[in-house]
């Protein structure tokens, strides 16, 4: 449990609750993110030129409760021009921002946040020197620091909105309780079912910006009596009223949608296809940038009112920032669990699933296998080709292990050219059968990158639960002595571990 020092609010519906609740998600996601890291948030006043701490991810009294405006430009300008990141190793500096001491390797990272292109506050992040030059690093800061921002809009529209107004505080309130490490999808739903039980329409479709594309559209739910273009379907955003509002950020509500000036609906020309004649559309917004688009559409005229605009625009405030939350949640959620050259997860990761699919074959009294993979020569690629290509050869045997094993069962980067894969309810006798197409899948390659053409095997090794152990330490010990047996037999092999093969072993040492 993550425990913050942010100030505890008793009325829940209060909009500074929602932000302060915030932060716990963000402290909770860079730690574990950026194992050992320390994070703070600070806010600026909105008189005199302070930054206030909100809360740090320690009950330890690490950062200073405040830091003046032009100290932090004075870090800014030390940290030189690294934006929208900045680095700081000089202890001296990080000092100014740190009260109690830190280890002589450790680096400020630190981002400001902006509202409107105004300083609003600061996100710092205490890591190991040696951490410095991480891509993952700096990328789980900067989505950790868009999450605030994008909240601090949200608590500033929300804050000048009338107090008084029961329905945006309800819907504070209902979002503040949103679980947004639950999928996308159940978030939709939710949503979908606060807009149809207080809005009236005949068609309701949800779009979201392609990560790749940014001109593109992709329908993440659709509804209604034109359901023409399904879930799923992309469209280019110029031209189109669904894309345009996205385009522009802005709401747009026209009552006769022919008249409209645009070209379609989805693609040109589909207007004339379609029984609809009112268009009420709101962008989903994050941190002031859009990232999609809700649409209602009615077959009346003049169906959707300013009032209608106005209840659906607080609608998808509150609740598209839970969906945008959700995305960036699952964002750095893969940064912190799945390895970044491979895809696969991490070594902690899957240590985790293991211990979790141990303890659930225990309760169902279920077997299972466990496969130590490690590759042949493979320093000797390095040596001879270097480690870019050492690099691209990892990425590939990861893609050759995944499409060779059951959605199912558990792949993983073990470390360096070793992986690791958890067979589901299977023996190894079971499992031999998929042992051996990772291999041939990986003997049978040709690796061809930047000119350079080559191969490579792997040297197998396998344990079964509980027939040769029960638990993680032993069963990996176990495929570990028959991996290393392949390996002295040459490698490019399966071997399933027996106790001849301890025996074996133990002779060799």
Not at 127 to 155: G, P, T, Y
Request: proline content about 2%.
């Amino acid at each position: 449990m993550i425990i913050i020092a942010a100030t505890q609010h008793t009325n829940h519906q209060d909009p500074e609750n929602y932000f302060s609740n915030s932060l716990w998600i963000v402290f909770d996601l860079l730690t574990e993110a950026i194992p050992g890291s320390r994070v703070a948030v600070y806010l600026k006043e909105w008189k005199g030129d302070k930054l206030t701490l909100q809360g740090g991810s320690s009950t330890e009294k690490i950062f200073a409760q405040s830091v003046s405006t032009a100290t932090f430009a004075n870090l800014k300008k030390e940290a030189g021009a690294e934006a929208p990141i900045f680095l700081v190793t000089d202890r001296d500096r990080i000092k100014s921002l740190v009260t109690s001491r830190t280890e002589r390797n450790a680096a400020l990272l630190f981002q400001p946040l902006l509202l409107d292109e105004d300083l609003a506050g600061l996100l710092a992040v205490i890591i190991d020197n040696e951490q410095e030059d991480s891509e993952r690093v700096r990328r789980s800061v900067q989505v950790a620091a868009n999450l605030l921002e994008n909240n601090l809009i949200l608590k500033s529209e929300l804050e000048v909105k009338d107090a008084k107004n029961a329905f945006l505080s309800d819907l504070v309130y209902r979002a503040g309780s949103l679980d947004i490490s639950s999928t996308s999808e159940a978030l939709i739903a939710t949503l979908v079912r606060l807009i149809r039980g207080v809005l009236t329409f005949d068609q309701l479709t949800i779009s979201m910006r392609l990560p790749e594309d940014q001109e593109r559209l992709r329908i993440e739910w659709v509804e209604g009596s034109e359901g023409r273009l399904g879930t799923g379907f992309i469209f280019d955003a110029a031209d189109v009223v669904h894309g345009e509002v996205y385009k522009q950020g802005q709401a747009m509500n026209f009552g006769r949608l022919g008249k409209s000036g645009y070209q379609g609906r989805f693609e040109p020309g589909d207007l004339k296809k379609a029984k609809l004649s009112s268009f009420l559309g709101i962008p989903l917004m994050e941190a002031g940038i859009p990232k999609g688009t809700v649409a209602l559409e009615s077959s009346a005229k003049d169906h959707f009112t300013s009032q209608d605009q106005e209840l659906l625009k607080a609608i998808v405030q509150v609740y598209g920032t839970a969906l945008c939350w959700a995305q960036r949640y699952q964002e750095v959620h893969a940064m912190a669990t799945v390895d970044g050259l491979t895809q696969l997860l991490n070594h902690r990761s899957f240590m985790e699933r293991f211990e979790e699919e141990l303890e659930r074959a225990s309760r169902y009294g279920e077997t299972m296998t466990f496969l130590m993979l490690d590759l042949d020569h493979f320093k000797q690629v390095n040596d001879t080709y270097g480690h870019l290509y050492g690099d691209y050869m990892l990425w590939q045997v990861a893609q050759l292990l995944r499409a060779s094993i059951r959605k199912a069962d558990i792949a993983g980067r073990y470390g360096g050219e070793e992986f690791g894969v958890i067979i589901i309810n299977a023996s190894k006798s079971d499992s031999l059968t998929t042992a051996e197409r990772i291999r041939n899948s990986i003997a049978e390659y040709q690796f061809e990158n930047d000119g350079i053409q080559s191969r490579i095997s792997v040297s197998i090794g396998m344990s079964e639960y509980p027939a040769d152990g029960g638990d993680i330490n032993t069963l990996i010990e176990r495929a570990d002595l028959a991996m290393y047996a392949v390996k002295r037999r040459g490698g490019n092999e399966v071997i399933v571990y027996t106790e001849e093969i301890e025996q074996a072993e133990e002779k060799q040492e």
